[in-house]
Nanobody, 114 residues
């Protein structure tokens, strides 16, 4: 089992920045991919970004160039730096761990509003 704990959600103004973090614990093994998805009210869950065990990053079209994902392989954490926030970034953000199985965090609310 892998446990994921997210932190850093909240309210941010349009154009502002916010940082999300996710810490993995339990049966965390090498070769995994960690990342973020989001789900806005009334919409399907959407891929945001992920980073592989060897540091390769992939971003969703809607966030590329504004968000940056990074990992700490010692602490088993993944961080999402959100810059130039837009109202349409408002959603619940979920951390995902993909190894031999997939695990999800509980989600953290991000609201972009003036």
């Amino acid at each position: 089992q892998v446990q994921l704990v997210e932190s850093g959600g909240g309210l941010v103004q349009p154009g502002g920045s916010l940082q999300l973090s996710c810490a993995a614990s339990g049966s965390v093994f090498s070769g995994n991919t960690m990342g973020w998805y989001r789900q806005a009210s009334g919409k399907e869950r959407e891929f945001v970004a992920h980073v592989t065990n060897n540091g390769r990053t992939t971003y969703g079209d809607s966030v590329r160039g504004r968000f940056t994902i990074s990992r700490d392989y010692v602490k088993n954490t993944v961080t999402l730096q959100m810059n130039s926030a837009k109202v349409e970034d408002t959603a619940v953000y979920y951390c995902k761990y993909r190894g031999t199985q997939n695990y999800w965090g509980q989600g953290t609310q991000v609201t972009v509003s003036s």
